[in-house]
């Protein structure tokens, strides 16, 4: 179509044959270009148009610059803000569209263009595409990484629910819970899941709920639904609002064959809201399990350790040479123990013995004579029992033989033995001195004579020295 | 409670890891009771742990508050039957 065959308005509707000697009509640029301006935004105010997009550019005024081709013909085109809001999908270069926009005409530039109002992808639904963009921006944004996949607590404090109020994805799994946890403690954070401000408000949900302390897992949940139904989980800012939550997120959106970017993002995708309940619980019921076995392994551990001590000591005192070592061993302790008993006992009853003679002979004996001998033998049997003592820890068989020749020698040195062996002491009367001559006593005298077991009181007869 | 176990998964963990060096053996005989003291009372720790906490089932509003969800939610809704 020829633009110019189109009659201007203010052309003169003078029949052509007159323009033979035409009148010189003359525009100025601004007038031409007025006027093709508005015959073609008369002309084409509505139209759809089918093209490739190449040299697609968004500015940061957020108005997009692009044209639209197909094999022989190109036509600028623009999309401004208040239009591109509505868009699901990012237009891209390469992608092939159906357009619908006005033709207008940029005077400074005399360069027509369409200014497109709406866009869809030819052939591919506009959310599918949207889907698959979104799915591929996130993955290399790397928010599907395996990685960053978090195990779900054992025991969640709180369990949140992110989900509308009064949908049955809300009843599901309450359901669950009450039969498979009946102690768990539930916060629900409601947000509608479906329309225009549905993923605004999962998201902020979402938000808000992690900051609830002992909030330890969320569930993102919402029933069955169309892709338009389901597709606040398809948008970025939910996908971001789950990727940033501090605490693992289960998304249960739709049923078992829906798929959302939200599933993809979650640490954890249940294929309904029940069975997101139902893997909160089991992560519980492992971990019982988990800690059952782990008891159970414990006290085999330390059983089988002290079993294994049991045998070494075992095998040990049963080597030959040890086993003798053994018995010699514990043969030496009973001797040793036998000789300290036998060393105490009788030493024991030697100091026994002494302390009885010394107390017997003590008023007995002349002092001046016996004292001497009798301190010089109470601090020799002190050394002696000393060196007894100390031989007895050093080496207790040996002990034994010198605390007899010990002994015997104590024995010896005994006033006592003297009168064991038939000598007697003669005491005078007032037992004031030992009578040693017979010229020191006359008839008629009292004497005292002590022997070893006692004492005689005799009266002399006769005094006489031989 | 026993103030050196922090949380649940650690009082898991240390439990796992103890386990595990006893049966591997080949310690002291203190060192072995010792162990197996901290693992009983880690053990008993979880037990407790599995135990506790209370049914609630509560909303977080719109302006942050937490209030009890009506009998209809927290109670269940016997039509659902």
């Known amino acids: 179509m020829d633009l110019f065959d189109i009659p201007f308005e203010d052309e003169p509707a003078e029949p052509a044959a007159q323009a033979r000697i035409p009148e010189r009509r003359i525009y100025t640029v601004s007038e031409l270009t007025s ?18 997009i190449s040299n697609c550019k968004v500015w940061n005024t957020g108005h997009m610059y692009f044209t639209l081709k197909d094999g022989a013909s190109q036509i600028k085109a623009v999309m401004f803000r208040s239009a591109m809001r509505y868009l699901k999908f990012k237009p891209e270069d390469g992608l092939h569209v159906v357009a619908r926009g006005r033709v207008s005409v940029y005077e400074p530039k005399g360069e027509y263009q369409i200014v497109c109002e709406h866009m869809e992808p030819h052939g591919l639904g506009a959310l599918q595409l949207a889907f698959e963009q979104l799915k591929k921006k996130l993955q290399a944004d790397g928010l599907f990484d395996r990685a960053r996949k978090r195990p779900l607590p054992a025991l969640p404090r709180r369990i949140g629910i992110v989900t509308s109020l009064d949908g049955a994805a809300l009843r599901d799994i309450l359901k669950v819970l009450r039969r498979r946890a009946p102690n768990a403690s539930v916060l629900i954070r409601p947000a509608r899941v479906q329309g225009e401000d549905a993923a605004a408000d999962v998201a902020t949900a979402l938000r808000m709920i992690v ?23 398809n948008e970025e800012r939910v996908a971001k609002a789950i990727f940033n939550c501090p605490v693992p997120v289960i998304s249960a959106v739709g049923h078992e064959t829906d798929v959302t970017i939200a599933d993809f993002v979650a640490d954890l995708r249940a294929p309904t809201p029940s069975a997101a ?8 019921d492992d971990f019982c399990s988990r800690i059952e076995r782990l008891n159970g392994r414990l006290r085999a551990a330390a059983r089988a350790d002290l079993q294994r001590r049991r045998n070494a000591v075992h095998v040990l005192a049963s080597r030959r040479g040890l086993a003798g070592f053994h018995a010699r061993l514990a043969m030496r302790g009973r001797h040793a123990a036998e000789l300290t008993h036998q060393f105490r006992s009788a030493m024991r009853q030697a100091i026994e013995t002494r302390a009885r003679g010394y107390r017997a002979l003590r008023q007995r004996l002349e002092q001046r004579d016996l004292a001497r001998r009798l301190a010089a033998m109470k601090g020799r049997l002190h050394v002696a029992s000393g060196r007894l003592e100390g031989a007895a820890g050093r080496a207790r068989h040996r002990a034994d033989s010198r605390f007899r020749a010990l002994a015997g020698r104590l024995e010896n040195l005994s006033p006592l033995a003297v009168l064991g062996r038939g000598y007697a002491v003669c005491w005078n009367g007032d037992r004031t001195a030992i009578v040693r001559s017979a010229n020191t006593v006359t008839a008629g005298d009292r004497v005292h004579v002590t022997l070893a077991d006692g004492e005689i009181n005799c009266r002399v007869e006769n005094g006489s020295n031989n | 409670m026993d103030p050196t176990i922090k949380d649940f998964e650690s009082a898991i963990a240390e439990l796992e890891s103890i386990v595990k ?3 591997d053996g080949d310690l002291a005989l203190e060192k072995s009771l010792a162990l197996f003291e901290r693992g009983v009372t880690l053990s008993r720790f979880c037990h407790t742990k599995l135990e506790e906490a209370e049914r609630r089932v509560e909303i977080l509003n719109e302006r942050g508050e937490i209030k009890p969800a009506p009998p209809s939610l927290a109670e269940g809704d016997d039509r659902t039957r």
């Open chain 1, 35 to 52: 006027g093709i301006r508005g015959a073609i935004e008369d002309r084409f105010a509505e139209v759809w148009v089918e093209g490739e």
């Open chain 2, 21 to 23: 060096t006893l049966e």
């Open chain 1, 277 to 284: 309940a139902e893997m909160v619980v089991a992560a519980k």
């Open chain 1, 211 to 233: 900051k609830v302390p002992g909030v330890d897992v969320v569930i993102v949940a919402r029933g069955g639904g169309s892709m338009e139904d389901l597709w606040a989980f």
